[in-house]
């Protein structure tokens, strides 16, 4: 187990609606990465943010949105649902400093989020 | 930029038998690359890393792989599998120094008959 841990495991919305998902990093970890993985894909990169700053952000619009915690929780915020959001969101922790490639990220199990 | 292109979306070998998974990567920057397993109902577990030391770079679970600069590849092998081998294996690469945002691959499913 990674100790990092998501909430909730299973979620389903409609279209329009807005979401938020729960991550919770390892104790010391001030980077946290969100990624989406759509079914039979691999899963890309949404954000990152370190020391509750987003350190970075992929080709996703701005109804996606974080927010990291002092005390290394941290959420995914989505509004406006659509359908192709329908996906399963990872994210990922690590203990280094942010822009540090050599890291080792440990993610979560995920939450399937499914959009009707 | 940066990305990854696994060649096999299925591989499918016998117990006992051979393992190799192969991924092919560009990128503009000294790269820094993975490989990750996912097990089906199971979060991503590193199985290895590249990031500048040694070019044949040992992992978990008796995996490892080599990196290869002039075909900008970095090929996952193991020499013998087993039944607990199957899941979803991605190859990812990242920007040496300069962030861990990571581009994974499209994945290679490994199936492993008895």
């Known amino acids: 187990e990674t100790g990092v841990t998501q909430s909730p495991t299973h979620l389903i919305k409609t279209r329009g609606q807005q979401v938020t998902l729960r991550c919770s990093s390892q104790?010391?970890?001030?980077?946290v990465s969100w990624y989406q993985q759509a079914l039979g894909q691999g899963p890309q990169f949404i954000f990152q943010?370190?020391?509750?700053?987003?350190?970075g952000r992929g080709n996703f619009p701005p109804r996606f949105s974080g927010l990291q915690f002092p005390n290394y929780s941290s959420e995914l915020n989505v509004n406006a649902l659509e359908l192709d959001d329908s996906a399963l969101y990872l994210c990922?922790?690590?203990?280094?400093?942010?822009?540090?490639?050599?890291?080792?990220?440990?993610f979560g199990p995920g939450t399937r989020l499914t959009v009707l | 930029a940066q990305s990854v292109t696994q060649l096999d979306s299925h591989v499918s070998v016998s117990e006992g038998t051979p393992v190799l998974l192969r991924c092919n990567y560009s990128?503009?920057?000294?790269?820094?690359l993975f490989w990750y397993v996912q097990h089906p109902n199971k979060g991503l577990q590193l199985l290895l890393k590249?990031?500048?030391?040694?070019?044949l770079v040992k992992g978990i679970n008796g995996f490892e792989a080599e990196f290869k600069k002039s075909e900008t590849s970095f090929h996952l092998t193991k020499p013998s599998a087993h039944m607990s081998d199957a899941a979803e294996y991605f190859c990812?690469?990242?920007?040496?120094?300069?962030?861990?945002?990571?581009?994974f691959g499209g994945g290679t499913r490994l199936m492993v008959k008895p």
């Open positions: 104790s010391g970890h001030n980077t």
């Open positions: 590249y990031t500048s030391a040694a070019t």
């Open positions: 990812v690469v990242t920007r040496r120094n300069a962030g861990n945002m990571l581009t």
């Open positions: 943010y370190y020391r509750e700053e987003e350190n």
């Open positions: 990922a922790s690590s203990p280094g400093l942010a822009g540090d490639s050599t890291d080792t990220q440990y």
């Open positions: 990128s503009s920057y000294s790269p820094s």
